[in-house]
């Protein structure tokens, strides 16, 4: 699902991952070399001074450290905007250095929108610390056409203080669907208004939710070669009896049909839902944009999980960078999005600016070296409560991810009216519901090629 990922990187890490600035230009270079100039998007908002100030820094840093390269930005928030993607990068109007979702990497590389960036990883001192499953995902036939810069998967966010309040242990969140279901009834059981587990049903929400949950299952949503649905399958009609069971049979999931995404956002920050699907970054939002107590919230592993919707970001670099500009380019990203304790995984600045500090859903190192390094010192500058997430930390090392499904948001659009079918009718049929999401599913792939 399409989110800001400026938005993404700047509640986990306290300080944008995807934020660019401004220098001025280099006079010279080192051993006579001619001057290099990058463009980079996405500076931090005139709104967020702070931020703005600590990558200008970071500017004045890096080219001080590297004479004749002179970085410059675009000031664009968000930084990833779907609207003007596209027609930017079609039209050669990207920055030398610019973020592309995991959703559209495929897309880039596949039209030569991407350069091809092997001769130059060596420039990521910390190359082979990034997680290889997370590499595979920017390389296509042996070539690397990006750097792995945000990482996550999906778990289930729960509140704590509601299961303390319906005599559960916040310490041993659910493991399997059918610890889910119980808890879920015991905190409806609380009284009116309190919802067990929350679930979308519309605004792609829902079909992105059903894929989060079919994965988890083991299911797809597409045939390995991507021109078929597969959702039709036992692990979807699964996800859907769970789903209509605690509705209708458990009552545990109250009777509002979530839509949007701020919808289920803004009910879990009322304090009165006790269970969600999401990553991590559920967490901030809940509580920066919707007055959620931090302590209240905790984060645990998917129920019984045999694969992971990931999501994320890439760095990638224009394929008209010359080569002084690409090695640039890469010197820039190991500078400022892979040093530990530096740019921004300077967590110390970042608790001195205010942001919050310590959600663990930047995976990308893994537990690698630096990634152990990132940890430790995001641990020692926490400003949030780092224990209620740790069973999530632990639960992810284990499950594969699984990228979102080609063709993803339309899939979505298309799923959306099974959730909301047996969201909203206790007569619902789910054979004819996957039945029907199937032939659309099928024509529209057909459609896209």
């Known amino acids: 699902m399409q989110r800001s990922t400026g938005l993404l990187v700047v509640t986990v890490l306290g300080l944008s991952a995807t934020a660019c600035g401004s220098g001025e230009p280099a006079k010279s270079t080192a051993g006579g070399a001619a001057p290099v100039s990058i463009t980079v998007a996405c500076q931090p908002a005139k709104s967020a001074p702070k931020e703005r100030q600590a990558w200008d820094d970071d500017v004045a840093t890096f080219m001080k450290a590297h004479p004749g390269v002179t970085v410059k930005s675009t000031d664009q928030q968000p930084c990833y905007d779907p609207k003007t993607f596209g027609p930017k990068l079609a039209g050669g109007q990207m920055e030398t250095v610019f973020v592309v979702p995991v959703t559209n990497y495929n897309d880039v590389i596949g039209q030569s929108q991407a350069l091809d960036i092997t001769p130059y990883t060596s420039e990521i001192k910390n190359w082979n610390d990034l997680r290889s499953d997370v590499r595979e995902l920017v390389t296509k036939d042996g070539k690397v056409y990006g750097v792995p810069n945000v990482h996550y998967g999906v778990g289930l966010v729960y509140n704590r203080a509601l299961f303390t309040k319906a005599g559960l242990d916040p310490n041993t969140p659910p493991k399997t669907w059918t610890e889910v279901r119980e808890a879920a009834k015991k905190i409806a059981g609380l009284g009116a ?68 995404w701020e919808s289920l956002m803004m009910a879990m920050g009322s304090g009165k839902v006790g269970m969600m699907l999401g990553a991590p970054d559920v967490v901030t939002d809940v509580v920066n944009k919707f007055k959620g107590s931090v302590a209240d919230y905790g984060i645990t592993g998917f129920p019984e999980a045999k694969a992971s919707l990931s999501g994320g970001e890439a760095f990638m670099v224009n394929p008209k960078a010359t080569p002084a500009e690409a090695k640039a380019a890469l010197e820039w990203i190991d500078f400022r999005f892979d040093t530990a304790g530096k740019g921004r995984f300077d967590f110390a600045r970042g608790k001195t600016l205010g942001n919050p500090v310590g959600v663990p859903d930047n995976d990308v190192f893994g537990d690698s070296a630096t990634g152990k390094a990132i940890q430790q010192d995001r641990t020692a500058n926490a400003t949030l409560p780092v224990a209620n997430y ?43 519901l996957l039945s029907d999401a199937e032939t659309k599913a099928n024509s529209m792939l057909a459609t896209k090629g």
């Open 390 to 432: 740790q069973p999530y930390v632990d639960a992810a090392a284990t499950v594969p991810p699984k990228a979102e499904p080609v063709h993803a948001q339309e899939l979505y659009a298309i799923l959306d009216v099974a959730m909301s079918g047996v969201l909203s009718r206790q007569d619902a049929n789910i054979d004819s």
């Open 193 to 260: 208004g309190y919802v067990g587990y929350g679930e979308y049903s519309g605004g792609n929400t829902g079909g992105w939710h059903f894929t989060q949950a079919i994965y988890g299952r083991g299911g797809s949503m597409v045939t390995d070669d991507g021109k078929k649905a597969a959702f039709n399958s036992p692990e979807g009609k699964a996800v859907l009896q769970n789903l209509h069971d605690m509705r209708w049979v458990d009552n545990s999931m109250g009777n509002k049909l979530l839509v949007g």
